[in-house]
Every structure is written in C-alpha cells, then in structure tokens.
C-alpha cells in the first residue's frame, strides 16, 4: 500500500483534530448532523479522517465543516449543522477563517483525491422554512360521507379532505425534516394570505377550486390538466413533446376493465409566484393513486434517495422541473415509482435560472 499523500494526510489529521475537539462527538453523531442537508454515513465521515488512506471530501462538505465547528453551538444539545444566516456576527467571522484554511487544504490535495459523491438535497427539508402550507383538495360536497357534514355529532374535518392517503405521508415527513418550521394543512377555502409567502405544496385536486388553479396556472408549466369525455373518474394530463401534444392516461385492468393498474402523477417545483424566495410544489394525479405516488417517490425510505439522486443528475442547474411518472398499482397498493427505473418517467421539463 502506497502512503498517503503529505497534503491528503494534513487535512484528515485536521478534520479528526476538529472532531476530537468536540467531547463525545463521534463520527457518526456527525454524520448524521451533515444529513440534515445531504445524506451521510459515518463511514464517510471515517474515510475523510483516515491516516492511512484518506480520502478528501468535496467543496461543498468543506464548507459543512467550517459551519459545523465555527460555533459551539452546533454541540451544545444534540449535534446541529447551523445554515450561515443562523450563525451571529462573531461566528461568522470564525466560520470565514475556518472555511479559508480548510479550503486551502483541500485545494493543496488537488488531483491527489478523490471521487466526487453524487450531490443531492432532501426536497422536503427547507432550511429557511418559518412557514410550509400544505393546500390539499377539498372534496366536493357530493363526495363527503355523513361524517363530513358539520351538523352530524360526529363531524371529522378531514373527511372534507381529498387525498388523505397522500397528505398523512407528506405532513408527517415534512414535520420530521423541518423540526423547528411552523408546518400547515390546509384545505383553500381556509387559506390565508400568510400561507401563500412560505413554501407552499398544492396537494392533488388541481381543478376543484380556484387558489391551486391560479397557483397551478401561475407556475407555467408546460404540462396540464384537461377533461376528456372518455374518462370519468380523472382528467388525463397533457404536454408538449417534440412540437405536438401528448396525452397521458392511466391503465385499468380486469375483465370490464374497471381496476386501476397504473395511474399518472406529477411532482414539479418552481419557485413560489408569490415569494420569489421561497417554492412552490405541486403533487398531483388523474387519480388519488397518482397523488400518493408522486409523494412517496421522495419519502420512501427505499427508494427516496435513488430518486433525488435522479432529480440532482437531470435537473442540476434547473429554475424548475417537472416530471410525469408511471404509479403502479397492485392489489390496490401503490408501487412508489423509481425514477431510475426502465419506464417510470413517462415526461420531464426544466427551466434553467437566467
């Protein structure tokens, strides 16, 4: 085995030196505080440390570090990885020296190193959310059971709610990632102005009423929603593809073709019309189906990373995106889709930032 490299050797001794600095910060208590951002397992974390054969880490795990040890903070409690707006005037200027000399390792490794890792972010983690608003479909007053009538005795709110299977899945993932975000669910008739200027998640329904229509509408993206006679339970999406129209249907099988096998969803982010600063996401389907596994692509435990792996590679530089995606349904369970799969995206788009 060759010896490490003299630079390679220098920052992994000074990465372990910032870590041991930190009473019973182990490397995998650090690891999953670099997670709050991006996925890390403390081998990783090992791997960076090593005195025999260190692997450098990239630009963008530097500048965690610098944020991570520029303030004791970060391990008061539970170990934090503060964003720059976080930290207080004095923390920054120690972030700024940190981040110069462990830059300026990293630089002196050069081609010496190593493989970049695939760099993804956790869509449903905001780390500047104060405020995320889940605006979920209302259903129509014909489609709510007796429960969903206020003068019943035993009046429950969500079963106004459209898609409920798919806004259980979102909210109590969102709440996890955003721990300290002020996170609501809304159906549009009990929107505020105030929850139109954070990040904002249009869930399904996007032709039942009128704030997600003109939210939908404002978003100008190249897909849409349309009524067709030969479908009555859904309106089939539609998009552009090399200068003509496109439908998108579901899939329904049995002998009277009445069972869904394969639905239609849409995940797409822009950037909110109302708070250019903050997103707006839309997840959608021709039928509920379609909703749930459009959420689940980026909650699934299994699946989740492979999949924002795929929106990181396609969609690097872009605005906005969108893709449609092929939901499978089995014994009325929904298959989360995998992006990487061989017929899982059936339409993307993106719109790179000028």
Not at 36 to 47: G, P, R
Not at 230 to 256: C, H, N, R, T, Y
Request: glycine share 6%.
């Amino acid at each position: 085995m060759h010896p490490a490299p003299p630079a390679a050797l220098q920052l992994a001794q000074r990465l372990r030196q910032l870590r041991e600095s930190r009473p019973r910060l182990t490397q995998r208590k650090l690891a999953l505080a670099f997670t709050a951002e991006e996925k890390i397992a403390s081998a990783t974390v090992s791997s960076w440390e090593s005195l025999s054969v260190p692997k450098a880490p990239p630009r963008r795990r530097i500048l965690a570090y610098a944020r991570f040890f520029c303030t004791q903070r970060s391990t008061a409690g539970e170990p934090k990885l503060f964003t720059v707006e976080e930290l207080t005037a004095e923390e920054k200027r120690a972030y700024e020296e940190l981040e110069t000399e462990l830059l300026r390792l990293r630089n002196a490794v050069g081609g010496e190193s190593t493989e970049e890792e695939p760099t993804f972010h956790r869509s449903w983690h905001f780390p500047d959310a104060v405020l995320i608003t889940i605006i979920c479909a209302e259903l129509p007053g014909d489609q709510t059971g007796p429960f969903g009538d206020p003068s019943n005795p035993n009046y429950t709110e969500l079963q106004t709610y459209a898609d409920i299977d798919a806004l259980v899945e979102l909210f109590g993932h969102i709440r996890a990632e955003n721990p300290s975000a002020t996170v609501h669910f809304r159906t549009p008739s009990d929107v505020v102005a105030d929850d139109l200027a954070g990040h904002i998640i249009l869930l399904g329904g996007v032709v039942w009423n009128e704030i997600t229509e003109r939210l939908f509408e404002m978003a100008n993206l190249p897909v849409r929603q349309v009524t067709n006679a030969q479908l009555d339970s859904g309106d089939i999406f539609i998009a552009e593809v090399d200068g003509q129209l496109q439908e998108f249907w579901p899939k329904f099988a049995g002998v009277d073709k009445q069972i869904l096998a394969e639905d239609v969803g849409l995940f797409a982010r822009v950037p909110n019309p109302l708070n250019s600063s903050r997103t707006l996401t839309l997840c959608n389907g021709i039928h509920s189906r379609g909703v749930l596994g459009a959420v689940r692509t980026l909650t699934d435990a299994l699946l989740r990373d492979d999949n924002e792996r795929y929106i990181a590679t396609q969609f690097r530089d872009a605005e906005s995106f969108a893709i449609l995606m092929s939901v499978k349904v089995i014994k009325k369970e929904v298959i989360t889709p995998d992006f990487n799969g061989p017929d899982a995206v059936l339409y993307k788009w993106a719109l790179i930032a000028a």
